[in-house]
């Protein structure tokens, strides 16, 4: 008899206090949760809100500055817009992750999660403790979309400028990336699908891909790096010659 793998969920434990389910997943996946919870780094409530830290100052701009140096980035607002993928991979990997596995995900609100600003990608991440939420689509979307994009998305247009398709294509992009590479590595791909598939349709994300062939209809601005190029979803075919500022997004 073939498995209903939509009921393997209903099979799975509650959510462990190290979320050792998502260990196997790779980096964008493990979320910290014991230990050493670091709090003299920033929540990511306080980046948000733009606020300082003891450590990093400003820490959204400390974060900015850091993938600039990194990547040679021209302009400050190339590297805000990877350091905004970056982080929407980072929150949409673990709780996916969590949904899937576990059928639950942990209650990750901003003023729960500490942040390294100065840490390599993937973002390193800290959880104070492990409370669980429900693992549908809606409580996801309140979770990460209105918990965290929607914040991080207005503190980065207001600082550089960054258009709100291309912050919104970001966040659909990371979504895409993340559901495809746990499908990879699980075998319940088919709640995987589900799940992103009732993700990408909610009203901030929809339309910000090609509903045939899940490409961007915005462009993260990577192509502008001096290495860079054209990502495997982007809207550009190859990386245009030239484009005028505050156009590709």
Known sequence: MRPLRGLVLLL????????????????FFVLRTTGDLRP?????????ENGASDVYGNCMTFRVHKVAGALRAPEPRIAASIAHQGLAARLWSVALGCAVLYGRIPDLAPRR???????????????DAVEPLPGDAGTLADVVLHG??????????????????????NAASALVGAARQLGRHTDVSARVHDLAAEL???PLLAGTLDAATLRRRSCCLYYRLPDGGVCGDCCFTRAPRSSPRGTSG
């Open 113 to 127: 999660l500490r942040w390294d600003p100065d840490a390599s990608a993937p973002d390193d991440l800290w959880l």
């Open 148 to 169: 965290h994009l929607e914040p991080l998305a207005a503190a980065l247009h207001a600082e550089y400028r960054l258009a709100t398709g291309l912050l919104w294509g």
């Open 12 to 27: 799975f434990v509650d959510l462990d206090p190290e979320l050792a389910a998502l260990w196997p997943l790779g980096g």
């Open 200 to 202: 990408l349709a909610h």
């Open 40 to 48: 003299a780094l920033p929540t990511l409530a306080q980046a948000y």
